[in-house]
């Protein structure tokens, strides 16, 4: 029997009765961290890294039935060991290792594979059967080193200010948001937040993660001359919206693995496009499975079908895995 199998209301673990990210509410659920899409509200018992505790409480509520293991810590559930391994995703994500009578299986959540100071970085896990995903499966998918996304941001940044106009900067409120300020020169001018941006730097800096300090953008007025300064981070709902308009004569950019493509910048109708994914692009995708010596890959949520003939080129033994995973970056093409 498999190890883990696609239930309707998500990844079960039969021998150890419990379910991984599930997407309807169970009685015990595994979770690798706290996107919206992974860890939802209704779940009798949650077991989760340390480092994502705070995130989840803030995201699920504060009474919770939260268990928390330290990465590499092991539980034993029905004869089933569990553990946490960073997965290099947001502040505390993990891949989860399974063992049971010989047989490992790592199921990855989401994951990258360049550390950014802002989680723990991806370790690979050896395992026999390594479950993925496959958000940027496609060749065309290569990230630069994030530096120089960084700093092409804070040449943006600098070249509103000379031109006197606002910054507005467009990106998922949880973990990307948070990965950009750790990044970039605070020198600059002052940075402001969004309000579904600002509670979660907090979250990061409880954690101890550097997060500069941010100015909530409720409190400013479109007469103050500070805003053509600064550089506000937004999540993208915000963009065209009647918030927006505090910000005067601003220019606005995006960043997003999806800004790769053209025709999603234009669709945007954004002034520029930063590619920054919290995803691994194609070449640490086949990295990271490569690294867990496993012979055989369940490939979730993305591009499946192209990552799945590609392993099987390469002599693994490769399935599409049926899941209701979106992708936390879904926000920034709505």
Excluded at 93 to 121: F, H, I, M, N
Aim: glycine letters at 12%.
């Amino acid at each position: 029997m498999d190890l883990v199998i696609a239930r309707p209301e998500g990844l079960y673990c039969p021998a150890g009765d419990f379910y991984i990210d599930p997407w309807r509410p169970v009685e015990r659920a595994v979770i690798t961290h706290a996107h919206g899409d992974h860890a939802r509200t209704g779940n009798q018992h949650y077991l989760a890294a340390a480092p994502g505790e705070g995130i989840l409480r803030w995201r699920l509520g504060q009474d919770i039935n939260l268990q928390t293991l330290a990465y590499g810590e092991r539980l034993v559930h029905h004869g089933v060991t569990l553990s946490f391994h960073p997965a290099g995703h947001v502040l505390g994500s993990a891949q989860v290792r399974l063992e049971y009578q010989g047989e490992v299986w790592v199921a990855s959540g989401d994951y990258k594979v360049e550390p950014d100071g802002t989680c723990a970085p991806f370790e690979p896990v050896r395992c026999h059967t390594f479950i993925t995903e496959s958000t940027f499966g496609l060749p065309i998918y290569r990230w630069q080193p994030q530096a120089q996304i960084f700093a092409g941001i804070n040449d943006w940044w600098q070249a509103n200010i000379a031109n006197g106009k606002a910054s507005v900067l467009f990106c998922y409120s949880f973990g990307k948001a948070q990965r950009i300020l750790h990044g970039l020169d605070a020198s600059i001018g002052p940075i402001l937040s969004h309000g579904a941006v600002e509670p979660l730097n907090r979250v990061y800096r409880e954690a101890g993660i550097y997060i500069p300090e941010t100015l909530y953008a409720g409190d400013f007025k479109k007469t103050d001359p500070l805003l053509r300064q600064a550089l506000i981070i937004a999540p993208p709902s915000a963009g065209g919206s009647t918030w927006m308009r505090r910000f005067g004569d601003y220019s606005d950019a995006f960043a997003s693995g999806w800004m790769r493509l053209r025709g999603t910048r234009r669709r945007r109708g954004v002034d520029r496009g930063f590619v920054l994914s919290d995803h691994a692009d194609w070449p640490g995708l086949l990295w990271a499975i490569e690294q867990t010596g496993a012979e055989r890959v369940m490939v979730t949520h993305g591009s499946v079908g192209v990552l799945v003939r590609h392993l099987r080129e390469k002599g693994l033994d490769a399935q599409g895995f049926s899941t209701e995973y979106g992708d936390d970056e879904e926000e920034a093409t709505a």
